[in-house]
């Protein structure tokens, strides 16, 4: 008489779980058909998983991942912050400088090393939003990056500085990006698909501010007025930092006189320069 069946799985459970099957599934059984990639289980398959087809289970998944983590880790009020990443850090303004050889690249590091001081500002802003409130027991806010460096790295050290936990959401791109060594490692995801970063960064978000920035900043900041304007989301507190880089850069008020925007569409955003001034604006807009 055989023995019964060793149990796969826990017994308070019907069926066992995927890890329990794929323990069992990568047993080693070495016959033709199981070295074959086919006997693979599906979603042990990279190349299965990586074709052109499942593209949409890969949406699925990225958006999935994320979205479970930040759940499980009680995230639901994220404070975003966007912004370039070659803005160098005070500290290493003068490295900058240094490294310019001609006249047109000495200029371009004057007007970078001229905004070298927006780091302190992120990270200042960074360290008071995530105060707690005052009960003593919740953070007002949760601050969120692009996990890089720069502006970004300013607002993850901002949140460490009052030890704080903060998100990044780094992307995949083609040269080598490091998340920056503030950002909770539990915290810190990386994504193939901008569609799908960018709903992370709005998801949860209840304040957003916008540094000086190329196009990833442009881009993000443009989807974020759409969305409000639109309605697609609530309004918001969206801050952008820089006066003289905003109005040098983009003349919101031309777009108005043209009619392609309401006037009513400049009250969507505040132009600000101090975390103090930013922290007041969305202080007010919550009652906190």
């Known amino acids: 008489m055989n023995p019964p069946p ?12 995927a890890r329990e099957e794929a323990k069992v599934a990568n047993a080693p059984t070495s016959v033709p058909q199981t070295e074959h990639p086919a006997y693979a289980l599906a979603f042990q398959d990279t190349d299965f998983l990586l ?28 404070f975003v912050f966007y912004g370039s990443a070659r ?3 005070p500290e290493e303004a003068q490295g900058v400088m240094d490294a310019a050889k001609t ?14 001081h927006y780091y302190n500002v992120a990270r200042e802003l960074a360290a008071l939003v995530s105060c707690k409130d005052a009960s003593g027991d919740n953070r007002c806010f949760t601050v969120c990056s692009g996990g890089g460096p720069s502006i970004m790295e300013a607002a993850n050290r901002g949140a460490a500085d009052v030890g704080a936990p903060s998100v990044g959401l780094n992307i995949v791109l083609p040269f080598e990006q490091v998340p920056n060594p503030y950002v909770t490692p539990g915290l810190s995801f990386q994504f193939h698909y901008f569609a799908l970063r960018k709903m992370h960064f709005l998801m949860r978000a209840k304040a957003v501010a916008v540094f000086p920035g190329g196009f990833g900043t442009f881009d993000e ?5 759409t969305l409000v304007q639109t309605g697609k989301v609530a309004a918001l507190p969206i801050l952008l930092y820089g ?18 925007i309401a006037r009513s ?23 906190l």
């Not at 569409?265 to 009652?287: P, Q, R």
Request: glycine share 6%; proline share 6%.
């Open 6 to 17: 060793t149990p796969l799985h826990n017994p308070n459970r019907l069926f066992p779980t």
């Open 51 to 78: 074709r052109d087809d499942l593209r949409p289970v890969r949406f699925q998944l990225e958006l999935l991942k994320a979205e479970l983590a930040l759940g499980e880790a009680g995230i639901d009020s994220m």
């Open 87 to 89: 803005i160098p850090a």
């Open 103 to 116: 006249p047109e690249a000495v200029a371009i590091a004057e007007r970078l090393v001229a905004k070298s």
């Open 221 to 225: 900041m443009f989807e974020l007025l």
């Open 243 to 260: 006066r003289d880089f905003w109005g040098r850069v983009v003349n919101f008020e031309a777009l108005a006189d043209e009619g392609v």
């Open 265 to 287: 569409d400049l009250k969507l955003f505040h132009i600000v320069e101090t975390a103090e001034e930013g922290w007041a604006i969305v202080k007010a807009h919550y009652g």
